[in-house]
């Protein structure tokens, strides 16, 4: 009787850790299920993600490569008609029946002829235009810059 009293005491004194126990258990359970999807996550972004992130950055810096290259040969042309006036003088105006500055029906069919070939009649000079449109100083690739932003404004 008496041994049978203890044990129940013993029990009732147990009963508490017990509740801990399962608590901490679930406890255990939930957290582990979390840590599953943290690592599913963190595969995901690893795997899947970094990848895209990584063309799309190769992307973005193609794009900027090519403005910059565009900015460096529209400040070139830019610089190259507008110097002294250079080409801008008649090309502004139609002066002399110069073909004007984005104004397509003075060209004609003159853009069919390629940029090259346009940048060597500016070189030699054509009829009323002088050798070199005037721009004496101007570099080869500067002229045909300044052709090609002709062209561009058509
Ligand atoms: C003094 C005036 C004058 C200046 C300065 C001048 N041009 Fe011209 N340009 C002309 C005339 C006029 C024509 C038309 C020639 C023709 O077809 O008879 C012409 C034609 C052109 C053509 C078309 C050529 C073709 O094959 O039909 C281009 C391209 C051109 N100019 C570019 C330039 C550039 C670039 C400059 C500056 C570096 C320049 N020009 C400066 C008067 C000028």
């Given at each position: 009787m008496a041994e049978q009293k203890q044990k129940s005491e013993e029990q009732k004194v147990l009963e508490p850790v017990k509740q801990i126990e399962i608590e901490t258990k679930d406890l255990v359970a939930a957290s582990r299920i979390w840590i599953y999807i943290i690592i599913g996550l963190q595969a995901y972004l690893i795997f899947m993600i970094l990848p895209d992130i990584n063309t799309r950055m190769e992307w973005m810096e193609k794009d900027l490569s090519s403005v910059l290259v565009q900015s460096e040969r529209f400040k070139k042309s830019t610089r190259v008609f507008a110097k002294d006036n250079a080409c801008a003088t008649c090309?502004?105006?139609?002066?002399?029946?110069?073909?004007?500055f984005a104004d397509l029906a003075s060209w004609g069919s003159r853009p069919d002829e390629?940029?090259?070939?346009?940048?060597?009649?500016?070189?030699?000079?054509?009829?009323?235009?002088p050798p070199m449109g005037m721009c004496m100083d101007c570099a080869d690739e500067e002229l045909t810059a300044a052709v090609q932003y002709m062209l561009d404004s058509l």
């Open positions: 090309h502004s105006i139609g002066l002399a029946g110069a073909p004007k390629g940029i090259e070939h346009l940048t060597e009649q500016v070189k030699n000079g054509l009829n009323g235009m």
